[in-house]
């Protein structure tokens, strides 16, 4: 899962041209920049594989000043089966604000977007009662924009998002009952689903609350719980939970965590792979090691 800092919508010009000039040595930096890489075992956001229960890398620079504004670019490889016709890789861009005591209260505040270049899918947004045929196809895409606010009090934190785009990575009509309809063997509740007309997923809200407990210098146990309410798609809905260890070793992060989806609908958590359906919510234990710069 992509349980990070906080991140929030910025374009890479804006955040080029937001970099000040180096500080001369007498000087003290007044921002920093720091990039990540990390490989893990299952590329993993809110509990659902993004990569197909396969192995994946993620890149991330972010950028932060002194007054709390931060700034965020990160690329995660994803599969072009979950995500049909993708070029293989997702982008998030993001910028927002942060303040407060990070031993006590903090905040933070802003915006974020995340884009998948040639990622789309085509599905009926209608079915024909008459004719029993789909109606109305239309062409769907994958981004997603969101407005973020964050609290927390020491190492506590909770992250709510809410979507603002038109729908939540696909998340729409054709999205939701066309794949209730495709993969379902049971189609009356994709046709319950179609009956109650055409809807988006804008509003959508989403929820993370993250615990870190050290359990010595370089070793921490993290503790996740989320919930995603994906408006007028109740289907959709799920929740997702997680225990981890972060350990810090030459210079690099460990993680290994145990990573609990629990989705209602199971048709919108498969894939189709070849002669395959795969599921991508299941219970998984995920490794992951990353360096940064």
């Known amino acids: 899962m992509n349980n990070g ?54 890149l991330g620079v972010q950028f932060a000043h002194e007054s709390g504004v931060i700034a965020l670019v990160q690329l995660s490889t994803i599969s072009n089966k979950s995500y049909t016709g993708s070029a293989g890789y997702d982008v998030l861009l993001a910028t927002g604000w942060r303040f407060g005591d990070p031993d006590g209260w903090h905040f933070g ?44 009090w020491g190492a506590l934190d909770a992250r709510i998002l809410n979507v603002l785009s038109k729908n939540f990575r696909g998340a729409s009509t054709g999205g939701v009952c066309g794949q209730m309809l495709a993969l379902s063997v049971d189609p009356a509740r994709a046709l319950d689903c179609y009956a109650r007309g055409d809807h988006n997923s804008r509003g959508s809200w989403l929820v993370d609350l993250d615990y870190k407990i050290p359990l010595s210098d370089k070793t921490t146990l993290k503790l996740h ?43 919108l958590f498969q894939v189709v792979d070849g002669n395959r359906i795969r599921s991508v919510d299941g219970r998984r234990l995920v490794l992951a090691v990353s360096r940064k710069f």
Do not use: C
Not at 235 to 251: R, T
């Open 109 to 152: 505040v802003g915006l974020a977007t995340e884009f998948f270049p040639g990622a789309k899918f085509d599905a009926p947004y209608a079915f024909d009662l008459n004719t029993g045929e789909p109606a109305d196809v239309r062409r769907t895409r994958y981004d997603t924009s969101y407005a973020v606010l964050e609290l927390g």
């Open 5 to 58: 800092p906080l991140v929030f919508l910025v374009s890479i010009s804006a955040l080029l041209s937001s970099i000040a000039a180096p500080a001369r040595a007498d000087e003290i930096a007044s921002y920093s920049i720091e990039t990540e890489v990390k490989v893990v075992s299952d590329q993993r956001t809110r509990g659902i594989s993004d990569s197909l229960n396969r192995p994946g890398m993620q």
């Open 225 to 267: 719980a989320g919930t995603q309410r994906i408006k007028n798609f109740r289907e959709a809905n799920y929740s997702d939970y997680s225990i981890g260890v972060l350990h810090k070793q030459w210079g690099f992060e460990w993680s290994a965590e145990y990573v609990m989806p629990k989705t209602k609908t199971r048709e």
